[in-house]
């Protein structure tokens, strides 16, 4: 391996890591109240509402099954409009945020539905208005659960990143693309695959180790 | 004395995939400032949706519920919300937040009702120190037996000085030693702060040991109602009977036979009715099943008897007891 796929490897790990993280950031920025929103207004939930939960649930359906491929692809003209071009590991962010949000939204959503219902009957009967009790009941309870979900998010929008690189992204995808796909230099796709094998881990573990700390269960 | 709640014909009816399923049948009762108040029935009897009534967790499908003489289902969101500061309720599975500290849920409806944090946690503190768990303030709920629990739930409870607590089968989960000690909790609140309680039971040992009055649910319907020493040496309906007297297990042995079911208070508790009457009648009587309890400090007993075949021999005893003053019927 040159010394220049080397050093191009090196940065590739921090792109790699630049993409996820403000990827993974902005997708909750987003994808958590939209979660919270899922949850809050469907049957039998605090703010039940039939019209705004059909109206989320079918965005979020929609954008989930998409394959990632394709929307890289049809929003590049939203990508350009937002950070004025499509090229480049800044570019990515917006395919790979916007990619995450749903799956960000669904995950939150399981995760709020999984806290015991007698808790939210205990607020209630306290005099807690729908949202305190999302905020101070609901979330607090569901945290370990959705640190947990946050580590699988993360890992996924990391996968994500990798194709980013078909259409011009950085990162790591781009480097296994080009020199090991492309170029044929086995060496390289090896070095990446594994590169990225690690740093899935890395961020699994992490997460499992957050869930467990915050766990008082 | 006025009244915490006043129901008046209430009705309760769910609907699910079209089908109608109506909960509570034209339920008319009240509950008493200071009483303690049983609710009692069989499980899927109603008692669980009446008790959310009272605190408009279930909506009532028509007829009104009255909290002193406020209708509950008059209230808009935040009156409502206003008034629950009122009415505490604490539950068979406890549910309290386990990601926080057994102080932080103590806190809680303090919290809610916007009391500045020091306040709320000297608070907090002193409603722990009630239950006798002031040392598990920082300790989170799992590390807590049921019983310790369901005393962090009552600490909980009390906490915004409600006027009434309502329990949910809140002795259902824990062992009858701990079961008993709760309930010793809850009659010492009931008269040191002078708290309204609604208990909801499936069991008839709760309502003896702490209950005034009682009220009987079957099948979504107000049974009987009445002080407990009333229903349970003299129950009028058939729901009541069966609560209080269980099954007799046996049969007359001889076809002939007949078996009667005496039932006296503590005042005909220290005669020796059986023994009188074969003294006084030389008739004699086989004992079934016996046994007597104390409900709010007075003996209640109960026994089932099996009387010679003759019939005559039957009414001499029958009337022995009738005279007696105690309560005979016949056990079919």
Redesign the interface.
Known sequence: MSDYIREAIFSGIFETLEMTFFASLFSYIVGLPLGVLLYATSKGRLLENKGINGVIGFIVNVTRSLPFLILLVLLIPFTRFVVGTSIGTVASIVPLTVGAIPIVARMVESSLNEV?P??I?????????PV?TII??II??A??SLLQGGAINVATVLGYSAMAGVIGGGGLGAIALQYGYYRYQKDVLWTTVALLVIMVMLIQEIGIRMSKK???? | MSNVFELTNVFKTYKNDGKEFTALKDVSLDVREGEIFGIIGMSGAGKSTLVRTL?R?EEVTSGTVKFYDKDLSSLK?RE??????S???I?Q????????TVLANVE??L???GVPRKERKEKARQMLEIVGLSEKADV???RLSGGQKQRVAIARALA?DPKVL?CDEATSALDPKITGEILDLLKKINQERKLTIVIITHEMAVVEKICDRVAIIDDGNLAEVGAVKDVFSNPQSKAAKKLVFPANPFDPSEPSGKVIRLVFDGTQSSVPFIANLVEQTGLKVNILSANTKSVGGIGFGQMILELPGSENDQKTIIDFFTKGGLSVSEVV
């Open positions: 015991n007698g808790i009957e205990a607020a209630t009967s306290m005099g807690a208005s305190y101070h009941f607090p309870e945290t370990p915050t766990r008082k269960t | 605190n967790l969101a409502l919300r206003e008034v629950r500061h009415i505490s309720m539950f599975g406890f549910n309290l937040v386990n990601q926080r809680q409806p919290r809610i009702a989170f709920p799992a915004a309502l």
